[in-house]
């Protein structure tokens, strides 16, 4: 049975503002983005704004977890396809890299940015929970993907004295660095080439010798 779930009219508003909020804070910042001009792409009242966001610290909550949401969803899209096609470990992780560069190539206009590295540029700005809430986000990326590669590292251990947490926080590494490099040299095809080079070390360190 097909059931669509329709959005209240407020939560297609709160979402519209999120939506507003993060291409205005992935575009110039967090503290260049000021509540006045949401509002006014929103096209709603500044009471109508603060009925869903008390302040500032509240719409970044909200913004981080609409985030990291969105990108697990996407994580366990593609690493779920990936094993479907493949129940060895190592192809598995090699096939759903692949997955995730070539979504990369597939974004009209590049990647847009990361809103966890925006926010942490940014730190001062926001209370404690935010903090907390992006070094969380991270963290379970990270035990993510160290989770395939502990898998991989038992059927085929790795050809260099390697810490696997590092292996595996790596993957973030590359694609937020590949963002900036993309961005700073409007160099689009830069974040999924070097997705591609962090799938070939991962073939190169365990591919037995």
């Not at 909020?21 to 704004?49: P, Q, R, Y």
């Not at 192809?91 to 070539?102: K, P, T």
């Not at 947490?165 to 963002?179: E, Y």
Request: net charge negative; with cysteine; aromatic share 10%.
């Amino acid at each position: 049975m097909n059931m669509t779930v329709t959005m209240s009219k407020g939560e297609q508003t709160r979402q519209r503002i999120l939506a507003i909020a993060e291409a205005a804070v992935l575009s110039k910042g967090f503290e260049a983005t000021s509540i006045d001009e949401i509002i006014a792409e929103a096209e709603i009242t500044k009471s109508g704004f603060y009925y869903h966001f008390a302040d500032k610290n509240m719409l970044a909550r909200a913004m981080l977890k609409r985030y990291i949401a969105h990108n697990d969803a996407l994580f366990d899209s593609i690493f779920e396809r990936a094993r479907q096609l493949s129940d060895d470990p190592l192809q598995f992780f090699l096939i759903g890299l692949n997955m995730l560069a070539e979504l990369m190539e597939d974004l009209p206009g590049g990647h847009p940015g990361c809103l966890v590295a925006s926010i942490c540029y940014q730190e001062r700005l926001f209370d404690r929970e935010v903090v907390e809430l992006t070094a969380h986000s991270v963290r379970g990326w990270n035990d993510r993907f160290r989770s395939y590669v502990e898998d991989i590292a038992v059927a085929y251990p790795p050809r260099d004295r390697v810490e696997l947490d590092d292996v595996a926080a790596m993957l973030s590494c590359v694609v937020d660095g590949g963002i900036i490099m993309s961005k700073t040299l409007h160099d689009r095809a830069s974040l999924p080439r070097q997705v591609r080079l962090y799938r070939s070390y991962v073939k190169l360190l365990f591919t037995p010798g």
